[in-house]
């Protein structure tokens, strides 16, 4: 698990192109993917959004688009949904978390 503090950027990973699959966050060099606990529709918007990708279809969690590998962000996204960057969404650390890569959370944009 990590926390970051700075600059993030999302991708959509594993899906059909580049505007659906499953969440991955990055921070200088690391790639996270993202549990699907506490995800939600304004978070996958900003997402979508930041990606030129239209808005959130739907938000299939379980590792529906496949399980990553690595780190798991530890960081919940507050998100409004009309944020243009999904690092102007508010976090809050979530250090007890007791997601696994089953979990990973994935974004069909429309």
Known sequence: FIDFLGHIKPRLVGGDGACS???EIKRGNTWTTVC???FDLNVANVI??????????SIPGG???GEGQGLILTEEFQCVGNESLL???PRISQVNQTC???NDV???CS
């Open 21 to 23: 699959g499953r969440v």
């Open 63 to 65: 590792g529906h688009f």
């Open 87 to 89: 690092f102007s969404c």
């Open 106 to 108: 994935g974004v069909i």
């Open 36 to 38: 699907d606990a506490h």
């Open 48 to 57: 979508c959004n930041e990606l030129q990708c239209g808005i959130a279809v």
């Open 100 to 102: 696994s890569h089953t």
